[in-house]
Protein backbone atom coordinates (compact mmCIF):
# COMPACT_ATOMS: atom_id res chain seq x y z
CA UNK A 1 0.00 0.00 0.00
CA UNK A 2 1.03 3.35 -0.50
CA UNK A 3 0.07 7.36 -0.15
CA UNK A 4 -0.55 9.69 -2.95
CA UNK A 5 -1.22 13.35 -2.49
CA UNK A 6 -4.79 14.29 -4.90
CA UNK A 7 -5.74 17.93 -5.71
CA UNK A 8 -9.04 18.62 -4.92
CA UNK A 9 -11.14 16.62 -7.72
CA UNK A 10 -8.42 15.08 -9.47
CA UNK A 11 -7.86 11.33 -10.51
CA UNK A 12 -10.17 8.85 -12.11
CA UNK A 13 -11.77 7.70 -8.65
CA UNK A 14 -14.66 10.49 -8.87
CA UNK A 15 -13.51 11.49 -5.72
CA UNK A 16 -13.19 15.13 -4.47
CA UNK A 17 -10.47 14.83 -2.06
CA UNK A 18 -9.25 18.29 -0.45
CA UNK A 19 -5.44 18.10 -1.23
CA UNK A 20 -6.30 15.04 1.53
CA UNK A 21 -3.92 12.24 1.21
CA UNK A 22 -5.87 8.85 -0.44
CA UNK A 23 -4.42 5.51 0.86
CA UNK A 24 -4.65 2.94 -2.00
CA UNK A 25 -4.10 -0.84 -1.84
CA UNK A 26 -2.62 -1.99 -5.18
CA UNK A 27 -3.67 -5.45 -4.46
CA UNK A 28 -6.99 -4.93 -4.03
CA UNK A 29 -6.81 -1.74 -6.43
CA UNK A 30 -9.31 -0.42 -4.15
CA UNK A 31 -9.24 2.92 -1.58
CA UNK A 32 -9.01 2.34 2.00
CA UNK A 33 -9.13 5.33 3.59
CA UNK A 34 -8.97 9.37 2.33
CA UNK A 35 -7.01 11.36 5.67
CA UNK A 36 -7.28 7.73 7.19
CA UNK A 37 -10.99 8.05 7.61
CA UNK A 38 -12.74 4.69 6.17
CA UNK A 39 -14.39 6.29 3.02
CA UNK A 40 -18.52 6.22 3.94
CA UNK A 41 -19.34 5.47 0.52
CA UNK A 42 -19.59 1.27 0.88
CA UNK A 43 -19.95 -0.63 4.15
CA UNK A 44 -17.03 -2.95 3.09
CA UNK A 45 -13.70 -1.00 4.74
CA UNK A 46 -12.64 -1.62 0.75
CA UNK A 47 -14.52 0.24 -2.26
CA UNK A 48 -14.72 0.09 -5.88
CA UNK A 49 -13.47 2.86 -7.13
CA UNK A 50 -16.78 4.86 -8.66
CA UNK A 51 -17.57 5.42 -12.07
CA UNK A 52 -17.17 9.17 -13.52
CA UNK A 53 -20.61 8.38 -15.32
CA UNK A 54 -22.21 6.69 -12.25
CA UNK A 55 -20.70 9.74 -10.15
CA UNK A 56 -22.19 12.24 -12.32
CA UNK A 57 -25.79 10.59 -12.13
CA UNK A 58 -25.66 10.33 -8.60
CA UNK A 59 -24.33 14.44 -8.43
CA UNK A 60 -26.99 15.53 -10.79
CA UNK A 61 -29.90 14.36 -8.54
CA UNK A 62 -29.05 17.35 -6.43
CA UNK A 63 -29.86 19.82 -9.58
CA UNK A 64 -30.65 22.12 -9.88
CA UNK A 65 -29.19 22.97 -6.34
CA UNK A 66 -31.92 24.57 -4.08
CA UNK A 67 -31.46 28.18 -2.49
CA UNK A 68 -29.59 27.17 1.13
CA UNK A 69 -27.61 24.39 -0.05
CA UNK A 70 -24.25 24.11 1.63
CA UNK A 71 -21.29 23.19 -0.77
CA UNK A 72 -17.71 23.54 -1.14
CA UNK A 73 -16.77 26.08 -3.73
CA UNK A 74 -13.84 26.72 -6.09
CA UNK A 75 -12.33 30.21 -4.79
CA UNK A 76 -10.16 32.59 -6.60
CA UNK A 77 -7.57 31.34 -4.75
CA UNK A 78 -7.92 28.11 -6.44
CA UNK A 79 -8.80 26.11 -3.09
CA UNK A 80 -11.94 24.74 -2.56
CA UNK A 81 -14.61 26.91 0.61
CA UNK A 82 -17.17 26.46 2.25
CA UNK A 83 -20.37 28.18 0.93
CA UNK A 84 -23.99 28.51 1.00
CA UNK A 85 -26.27 28.74 -1.79
CA UNK A 86 -27.87 32.65 -1.08
CA UNK A 87 -29.79 32.85 -4.56
CA UNK A 88 -29.50 31.22 -7.97
CA UNK A 89 -30.68 32.25 -11.99
CA UNK A 90 -30.97 30.02 -15.20
CA UNK A 91 -28.62 30.73 -17.79
CA UNK A 92 -29.65 32.01 -21.24
CA UNK A 93 -29.99 29.14 -24.02
CA UNK A 94 -28.96 26.36 -21.44
CA UNK A 95 -31.19 23.34 -20.05
CA UNK A 96 -33.30 23.00 -17.16
CA UNK A 97 -30.27 22.32 -14.74
CA UNK A 98 -28.04 25.38 -15.95
CA UNK A 99 -27.99 27.34 -13.46
CA UNK A 100 -25.47 30.32 -12.06
CA UNK A 101 -25.34 30.33 -7.47
CA UNK A 102 -24.98 33.29 -5.62
CA UNK A 103 -23.21 31.95 -2.55
CA UNK A 104 -21.55 33.32 0.08
CA UNK A 105 -18.40 32.40 1.69
CA UNK A 106 -19.16 30.97 5.34
CA UNK A 107 -15.90 31.77 6.48
CA UNK A 108 -15.61 35.18 4.60
CA UNK A 109 -17.07 38.75 4.98
CA UNK A 110 -20.05 38.99 3.00
CA UNK A 111 -18.39 41.39 0.73
CA UNK A 112 -17.22 38.39 -1.12
CA UNK A 113 -20.53 36.82 -2.00
CA UNK A 114 -20.34 36.55 -5.88
CA UNK A 115 -21.81 34.80 -8.85
CA UNK A 116 -20.34 30.97 -9.49
CA UNK A 117 -20.78 28.89 -12.32
CA UNK A 118 -21.75 24.64 -11.60
CA UNK A 119 -18.11 23.69 -12.51
CA UNK A 120 -17.17 25.60 -9.62
CA UNK A 121 -18.86 23.84 -7.26
CA UNK A 122 -17.85 20.19 -5.63
CA UNK A 123 -21.58 18.58 -5.86
CA UNK A 124 -19.62 15.29 -4.24
CA UNK A 125 -19.77 17.87 -0.57
CA UNK A 126 -23.76 18.90 -1.09
CA UNK A 127 -25.52 19.45 2.25
CA UNK A 128 -29.25 18.85 2.66
CA UNK A 129 -31.00 22.11 2.65
CA UNK A 130 -31.88 23.01 6.61
CA UNK A 131 -35.14 25.21 6.63
CA UNK A 132 -33.78 27.92 8.91
CA UNK A 133 -36.96 29.38 9.92
CA UNK A 134 -38.16 25.59 11.45
CA UNK A 135 -34.88 25.55 12.81
CA UNK A 136 -34.55 28.61 14.10
CA UNK A 137 -38.10 28.19 15.51
CA UNK A 138 -37.18 24.45 17.38
CA UNK A 139 -34.18 26.33 18.97
CA UNK A 140 -36.05 29.02 20.31
CA UNK A 141 -38.49 27.29 22.28
CA UNK A 142 -35.46 25.79 23.56
CA UNK A 143 -33.90 28.39 24.98
CA UNK A 144 -34.06 30.93 27.71
CA UNK A 145 -35.57 34.71 27.02
CA UNK A 146 -32.13 36.01 28.22
CA UNK A 147 -30.46 33.00 26.01
CA UNK A 148 -32.52 34.08 23.04
CA UNK A 149 -31.12 38.39 23.46
CA UNK A 150 -27.69 37.18 23.90
CA UNK A 151 -28.18 35.05 20.21
CA UNK A 152 -29.56 38.16 18.60
CA UNK A 153 -26.83 40.22 20.46
CA UNK A 154 -24.21 38.31 18.84
CA UNK A 155 -25.73 37.91 15.36
CA UNK A 156 -26.05 41.32 14.62
CA UNK A 157 -22.70 42.31 13.85
CA UNK A 158 -23.10 46.08 12.74
CA UNK A 159 -26.25 46.01 12.72
CA UNK A 160 -27.34 47.44 16.44
CA UNK A 161 -29.95 49.57 15.41
CA UNK A 162 -31.72 46.54 13.70
CA UNK A 163 -34.32 44.28 15.98
CA UNK A 164 -34.22 40.76 14.74
CA UNK A 165 -37.29 41.02 12.44
CA UNK A 166 -35.82 44.44 10.90
CA UNK A 167 -32.33 42.47 10.85
CA UNK A 168 -33.22 39.55 8.76
CA UNK A 169 -35.41 41.98 6.34
CA UNK A 170 -32.79 43.63 5.71
CA UNK A 171 -30.40 41.16 4.92
CA UNK A 172 -32.97 39.51 2.86
CA UNK A 173 -33.39 42.74 0.60
CA UNK A 174 -29.54 43.02 0.16
CA UNK A 175 -28.38 39.67 0.25
CA UNK A 176 -27.61 39.81 -3.78
CA UNK A 177 -25.25 42.41 -4.92
CA UNK A 178 -26.83 44.10 -8.03
CA UNK A 179 -24.25 46.23 -9.52
CA UNK A 180 -20.75 43.66 -9.79
CA UNK A 181 -18.41 46.42 -10.71
CA UNK A 182 -18.20 50.09 -11.41
CA UNK A 183 -15.63 52.81 -13.18
CA UNK A 184 -14.83 55.52 -11.45
CA UNK A 185 -11.97 57.60 -12.88
CA UNK A 186 -8.84 55.52 -14.23
CA UNK A 187 -10.08 52.91 -11.68
CA UNK A 188 -12.47 49.92 -12.21
CA UNK A 189 -13.37 48.76 -8.80
CA UNK A 190 -15.33 45.56 -7.87
CA UNK A 191 -17.89 46.06 -5.11
CA UNK A 192 -18.33 44.96 -2.04
CA UNK A 193 -22.41 45.06 -1.24
CA UNK A 194 -25.71 45.65 -2.32
CA UNK A 195 -27.24 49.45 -2.70
CA UNK A 196 -30.34 50.65 -3.47
CA UNK A 197 -30.06 52.24 -7.09
CA UNK A 198 -33.32 53.28 -9.15
CA UNK A 199 -35.54 50.47 -9.97
CA UNK A 200 -34.17 51.31 -13.86
CA UNK A 201 -30.73 50.19 -12.56
CA UNK A 202 -31.97 47.08 -11.62
CA UNK A 203 -30.24 44.96 -15.04
CA UNK A 204 -26.55 46.69 -14.88
CA UNK A 205 -24.17 44.87 -13.88
CA UNK A 206 -21.66 47.75 -14.35
CA UNK A 207 -22.23 51.28 -13.36
CA UNK A 208 -19.70 54.04 -14.87
CA UNK A 209 -19.40 57.02 -12.66
CA UNK A 210 -18.41 60.50 -13.24
CA UNK A 211 -15.85 61.24 -11.20
CA UNK A 212 -15.96 64.77 -10.11
CA UNK A 213 -20.04 65.17 -10.11
CA UNK A 214 -20.79 61.45 -9.34
CA UNK A 215 -23.80 60.84 -11.71
CA UNK A 216 -23.55 57.55 -12.99
CA UNK A 217 -24.46 55.77 -16.35
CA UNK A 218 -25.44 52.37 -17.98
CA UNK A 219 -22.77 52.50 -21.10
CA UNK A 220 -19.00 53.48 -21.45
CA UNK A 221 -20.39 55.90 -24.45
CA UNK A 222 -23.03 57.91 -21.66
CA UNK A 223 -19.88 58.56 -19.68
CA UNK A 224 -17.97 59.44 -22.54
CA UNK A 225 -20.64 62.07 -23.86
CA UNK A 226 -21.41 63.07 -20.12
CA UNK A 227 -17.44 63.76 -20.03
CA UNK A 228 -17.74 66.40 -22.63
CA UNK A 229 -19.97 68.46 -20.88
CA UNK A 230 -19.50 68.12 -17.16
CA UNK A 231 -16.94 70.96 -16.69
CA UNK A 232 -16.60 69.88 -12.66
CA UNK A 233 -12.96 69.29 -11.84
CA UNK A 234 -13.79 68.67 -8.06
CA UNK A 235 -16.22 68.36 -5.93
CA UNK A 236 -19.28 70.61 -5.79
CA UNK A 237 -18.34 72.53 -2.89
CA UNK A 238 -15.81 74.58 -1.12
CA UNK A 239 -12.55 73.57 -0.66
CA UNK A 240 -11.41 73.83 3.43
CA UNK A 241 -7.97 72.31 3.42
CA UNK A 242 -5.11 71.90 0.78
CA UNK A 243 -1.61 70.50 1.41
CA UNK A 244 0.72 69.38 -1.23
CA UNK A 245 -1.57 67.21 -3.18
CA UNK A 246 -4.51 66.39 -0.67
CA UNK A 247 -7.66 68.48 -0.67
CA UNK A 248 -11.02 68.31 1.13
CA UNK A 249 -14.07 69.55 -0.08
CA UNK A 250 -17.13 70.38 2.68
CA UNK A 251 -20.43 69.63 0.18
CA UNK A 252 -23.86 70.79 1.64
CA UNK A 253 -26.13 68.37 1.43
CA UNK A 254 -29.01 70.45 1.18
CA UNK A 255 -27.25 73.03 -1.75
CA UNK A 256 -26.04 69.95 -3.23
CA UNK A 257 -28.46 67.46 -2.98
CA UNK A 258 -28.31 65.26 -6.16
CA UNK A 259 -24.23 64.77 -5.47
CA UNK A 260 -25.28 64.04 -1.86
CA UNK A 261 -27.23 61.34 -2.84
CA UNK A 262 -25.00 59.41 -5.48
CA UNK A 263 -22.39 59.80 -2.90
CA UNK A 264 -24.37 57.60 -0.84
CA UNK A 265 -25.45 55.15 -3.27
CA UNK A 266 -21.89 55.14 -4.05
CA UNK A 267 -20.56 54.41 -0.29
CA UNK A 268 -23.25 52.11 0.00
CA UNK A 269 -21.58 49.67 -2.59
CA UNK A 270 -18.54 49.14 0.16
CA UNK A 271 -20.59 49.88 3.25
CA UNK A 272 -22.44 47.17 4.39
CA UNK A 273 -23.01 48.43 8.38
CA UNK A 274 -24.57 51.60 7.44
CA UNK A 275 -27.96 52.31 5.95
CA UNK A 276 -28.67 54.92 3.17
CA UNK A 277 -29.31 58.43 3.50
CA UNK A 278 -32.27 59.68 1.32
CA UNK A 279 -32.49 63.23 3.37
CA UNK A 280 -29.37 63.88 2.63
CA UNK A 281 -30.13 68.01 3.84
CA UNK A 282 -29.34 67.18 6.96
CA UNK A 283 -25.63 66.09 6.38
CA UNK A 284 -22.48 67.76 5.58
CA UNK A 285 -20.08 65.61 3.42
CA UNK A 286 -16.36 66.35 3.37
CA UNK A 287 -14.72 64.58 0.64
CA UNK A 288 -10.38 63.95 0.16
CA UNK A 289 -9.30 64.24 -3.11
CA UNK A 290 -5.76 63.54 -4.64
CA UNK A 291 -4.92 66.85 -6.80
CA UNK A 292 -3.30 66.46 -10.32
CA UNK A 293 -3.47 68.78 -13.71
CA UNK A 294 -6.62 66.66 -14.55
CA UNK A 295 -8.45 67.42 -11.33
CA UNK A 296 -9.47 66.55 -7.94
CA UNK A 297 -9.95 62.63 -7.71
CA UNK A 298 -11.95 61.63 -4.98
CA UNK A 299 -9.95 59.62 -2.45
CA UNK A 300 -12.53 58.96 0.32
CA UNK A 301 -15.29 60.76 2.36
CA UNK A 302 -16.94 61.22 5.98
CA UNK A 303 -20.02 62.32 6.70
CA UNK A 304 -21.52 64.23 9.76
CA UNK A 305 -25.03 65.68 10.68
CA UNK A 306 -25.39 69.59 10.78
CA UNK A 307 -26.67 69.12 14.00
CA UNK A 308 -26.23 66.49 16.45
CA UNK A 309 -27.51 66.11 20.04
CA UNK A 310 -25.23 62.78 20.64
CA UNK A 311 -22.25 64.74 20.06
CA UNK A 312 -21.92 62.73 16.54
CA UNK A 313 -18.73 64.33 14.64
CA UNK A 314 -18.85 61.79 11.98
CA UNK A 315 -21.63 59.25 10.54
CA UNK A 316 -20.26 57.80 7.47
CA UNK A 317 -16.66 57.18 6.91
CA UNK A 318 -15.21 55.50 3.50
CA UNK A 319 -11.89 55.18 1.51
CA UNK A 320 -12.99 53.92 -1.38
CA UNK A 321 -10.64 50.07 -2.39
CA UNK A 322 -7.76 51.55 -4.81
CA UNK A 323 -6.73 54.23 -1.99
CA UNK A 324 -7.14 51.81 0.87
CA UNK A 325 -4.06 51.11 3.39
CA UNK A 326 -2.53 53.97 2.54
CA UNK A 327 -3.37 56.10 6.00
CA UNK A 328 -6.27 57.98 4.28
CA UNK A 329 -8.42 56.27 6.87
CA UNK A 330 -6.91 57.58 9.57
CA UNK A 331 -6.75 60.75 7.94
CA UNK A 332 -10.52 61.31 7.85
CA UNK A 333 -10.32 60.40 11.31
CA UNK A 334 -8.10 62.52 12.54
CA UNK A 335 -9.38 65.54 10.33
CA UNK A 336 -13.23 64.93 11.87
CA UNK A 337 -11.44 65.53 15.58
CA UNK A 338 -10.05 68.43 14.29
CA UNK A 339 -12.81 70.07 13.23
CA UNK A 340 -14.41 69.25 16.21
CA UNK A 341 -11.86 70.99 17.95
CA UNK A 342 -12.75 74.24 15.80
CA UNK A 343 -16.15 73.61 16.73
CA UNK A 344 -15.06 73.62 20.74
CA UNK A 345 -17.21 70.52 21.30
CA UNK A 346 -16.43 67.04 22.48
CA UNK A 347 -16.92 64.32 19.12
CA UNK A 348 -17.51 60.79 18.64
CA UNK A 349 -18.48 58.70 15.52
CA UNK A 350 -22.06 57.61 15.15
CA UNK A 351 -22.55 54.05 16.30
CA UNK A 352 -23.02 51.08 15.48
CA UNK A 353 -19.08 50.87 13.76
CA UNK A 354 -18.09 48.04 11.83
CA UNK A 355 -15.37 45.84 12.94
CA UNK A 356 -12.93 47.43 10.87
CA UNK A 357 -13.93 50.57 11.81
CA UNK A 358 -13.75 50.02 15.65
CA UNK A 359 -10.23 48.87 14.77
CA UNK A 360 -9.22 52.32 12.89
CA UNK A 361 -10.92 54.78 15.50
CA UNK A 362 -9.58 52.39 19.02
CA UNK A 363 -6.09 52.53 16.74
CA UNK A 364 -6.44 56.60 16.68
CA UNK A 365 -7.73 57.31 20.48
CA UNK A 366 -4.66 54.97 21.20
CA UNK A 367 -1.96 56.75 19.38
CA UNK A 368 -3.55 60.32 20.43
CA UNK A 369 -3.89 59.29 23.79
CA UNK A 370 -0.43 57.94 24.54
CA UNK A 371 1.72 60.46 22.98
CA UNK A 372 -0.26 63.23 25.45
CA UNK A 373 0.75 60.68 28.41
CA UNK A 374 4.03 60.40 27.10
CA UNK A 375 4.79 64.25 27.19
CA UNK A 376 2.35 65.33 30.16
CA UNK A 377 4.53 65.57 33.05
CA UNK A 378 1.69 64.99 36.36
CA UNK A 379 -1.13 64.10 36.83
CA UNK A 380 -4.16 64.38 34.20
CA UNK A 381 -7.57 63.68 33.99
CA UNK A 382 -9.96 62.50 32.30
CA UNK A 383 -11.67 65.45 31.72
CA UNK A 384 -8.36 67.42 30.83
CA UNK A 385 -7.69 64.87 28.04
CA UNK A 386 -11.05 65.36 26.70
CA UNK A 387 -10.33 68.95 26.33
CA UNK A 388 -6.98 68.60 24.82
CA UNK A 389 -8.12 65.87 22.31
CA UNK A 390 -11.76 66.54 21.40
CA UNK A 391 -12.48 62.97 22.12
CA UNK A 392 -15.52 61.98 23.84
CA UNK A 393 -14.72 61.08 27.60
CA UNK A 394 -16.46 57.77 27.38
CA UNK A 395 -14.25 56.93 24.60
CA UNK A 396 -10.79 57.83 26.13
CA UNK A 397 -12.38 55.71 29.60
CA UNK A 398 -12.64 52.55 27.55
CA UNK A 399 -9.49 53.13 25.71
CA UNK A 400 -7.78 53.47 28.23
CA UNK A 401 -9.71 50.50 30.43
CA UNK A 402 -9.30 48.44 27.17
CA UNK A 403 -5.38 48.83 28.02
CA UNK A 404 -5.24 48.32 31.26
CA UNK A 405 -3.90 51.52 32.05
CA UNK A 406 -6.66 53.34 34.33
CA UNK A 407 -7.60 52.01 37.66
CA UNK A 408 -10.53 52.61 40.31
CA UNK A 409 -9.41 54.19 43.38
CA UNK A 410 -11.00 55.81 46.09
CA UNK A 411 -14.23 56.48 43.66
CA UNK A 412 -12.35 57.55 41.31
CA UNK A 413 -10.53 56.37 37.65
CA UNK A 414 -6.62 57.19 38.11
CA UNK A 415 -4.71 56.61 35.30
CA UNK A 416 -1.39 54.34 35.49
CA UNK A 417 1.30 55.40 32.77
CA UNK A 418 4.58 53.53 33.02
CA UNK A 419 6.57 54.43 30.09
CA UNK A 420 7.56 51.04 28.85
CA UNK A 421 4.05 50.01 29.24
CA UNK A 422 3.39 52.98 26.83
CA UNK A 423 6.15 52.28 24.72
CA UNK A 424 4.44 48.85 23.89
CA UNK A 425 1.23 49.71 23.34
CA UNK A 426 2.43 52.59 20.89
CA UNK A 427 4.41 50.16 18.68
CA UNK A 428 1.11 47.71 18.78
CA UNK A 429 -1.44 50.56 17.39
CA UNK A 430 0.68 50.80 14.10
CA UNK A 431 1.59 53.83 12.29
CA UNK A 432 -0.73 57.55 12.43
CA UNK A 433 -0.71 57.49 8.79
CA UNK A 434 -0.76 61.03 7.17
CA UNK A 435 -1.33 64.20 9.35
CA UNK A 436 -3.70 66.71 9.07
CA UNK A 437 -1.61 70.05 9.23
CA UNK A 438 -3.90 72.43 10.60
CA UNK A 439 -2.11 75.59 9.40
CA UNK A 440 -3.94 74.64 6.16
CA UNK A 441 -7.91 74.29 7.07
CA UNK A 442 -9.50 77.05 6.16
CA UNK A 443 -13.05 76.51 8.02
CA UNK A 444 -16.12 78.13 9.68
CA UNK A 445 -18.19 75.54 11.72
CA UNK A 446 -21.69 75.52 9.87
CA UNK A 447 -23.64 76.97 12.75
CA UNK A 448 -21.74 80.07 12.49
CA UNK A 449 -21.97 80.09 8.50
CA UNK A 450 -25.50 80.39 9.31
Not at 308 to 325: F, G, H, K, V
Amino acid sequence: MGSIESPKGAGSNGYATHNATVTYDADQKTFITIDGVPSPATDSPYMTPESDASRKRRASAFLPLEVGTRVMCRWRDGKYHPVKVIERRRMQCGGPNDYEYYVHYTEFNRRLDEWVKLEQLDLDSVEAVVDEKVEDKVTSLKMTRHQKRKIDETHVEGHEELDAASLREHEEFTKVKNIATIELGRYEIETWYFSPFPPEYNDSLKLYFCEFCLNFMKRKEQLQRHMRKCDLKHPPGDEIYRCGTLSMFEIDGKKNKVYGQNLCYLAKLFLDHKTLYYDVDLFLFYVLCECDDRGCHMVGYFSKEKHSEESYNLACILTLPPYQRKGYGKFLIAFSYELSKKEGKVGTPERPLSDLGMLSYRGYWTRVLLDILKKHKGNISIKELSDMTAIKADDILNTLQSLELIQYRKGQHVICADPKVLDRHLKAAGRGGLEVDVSKLIWTPYKEQN
